[in-house]
């Protein structure tokens, strides 16, 4: 499974969620990349810049880290945050048929801008000052949003309405996952 969607969206929320219920691994390249600027890696040090100025860490940095995860599992697991864009997706789908492997869905957190900008703003994380957020909502629409349509085009987008209360997305979530896996 796969979660897509703007940042702030909720997809790291409902993520948590989703694994409590179904027992599968959660890979969010977010919190990879947090914990590898926290422990001061090489690779940490480089994704910081790009995190603090709201731009996407390099395709071949963040395809690695997933690369080393997915190789080295046995079972269903849960895709929070990447593939971001289309070089990543593509990356996913040669490394998903190396692993005999495929998705069942992806599921698509909507939500408004004006609305993502507020939650972020409370949120208050290092990278979410006014600046950073405004610059990651248009790398957003640039870059990762095409993955809707390539999506689509395969059948396995799901398309949730995150503009409700945490338990409502959740619910959504569960009934998709349930039609499509
Ligand atoms: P991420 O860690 O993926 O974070 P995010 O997109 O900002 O947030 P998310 O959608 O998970 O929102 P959350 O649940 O926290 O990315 C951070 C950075 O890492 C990127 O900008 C990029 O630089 C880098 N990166 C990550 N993956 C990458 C990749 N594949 N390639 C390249 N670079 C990559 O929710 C936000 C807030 O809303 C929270 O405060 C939450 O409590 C609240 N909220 C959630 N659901 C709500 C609801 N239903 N109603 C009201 N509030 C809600």
Redesign the pocket.
């Known amino acids: 499974m796969v979660?897509l969607?703007?940042?702030?969206?909720?997809?790291?929320?409902?993520?948590e969620r989703l694994v409590a219920a179904t027992g599968d691994a959660h890979l969010?390249?977010?919190?990879l990349?947090?914990a590898a600027v926290a422990d001061g890696t090489a690779l940490g040090v480089e994704?910081k810049r790009?995190?603090d100025a709201?731009?996407?860490?390099?395709?071949e940095?963040?395809i690695g880290m997933?690369r080393e995860r997915l190789e080295s599992h046995d079972g269903g697991f849960l895709l929070?945050?990447?593939?971001?864009?289309v070089p990543?997706a593509q990356a996913l789908d040669e490394l998903l048929d190396s692993l005999d492997s495929a998705l069942c869905v992806v599921l698509l957190?909507d939500?408004g801008r004006d609305?993502l900008i507020e939650?972020?703003l409370?949120?208050g994380?290092a990278?979410?000052t006014p600046e950073?957020v405004a610059k990651?909502l248009d790398?957003y629409l640039e870059q990762t949003e095409p993955l809707i349509g390539y999506y689509e085009a395969r059948g396995l987008l799901a398309r949730i309405n995150?503009?409700?209360?945490?338990d409502?997305?959740f619910g959504e979530i569960e009934a998709a996952v349930s039609k499509a896996c």
Request: a negative charge; proline letters at 7%.
């Open positions: 979660f969607g703007p940042p702030g969206a909720g997809k790291g929320t409902q993520a969010s390249t977010g919190d990349l947090r994704a790009y995190m709201g731009e996407l860490v390099p395709d940095v963040v997933i929070d945050g990447f593939p971001r864009s990543q957190l939500v609305e939650r972020l409370a949120r994380r990278d979410d950073t990651r790398v995150g503009e409700q209360s945490v409502e997305v």
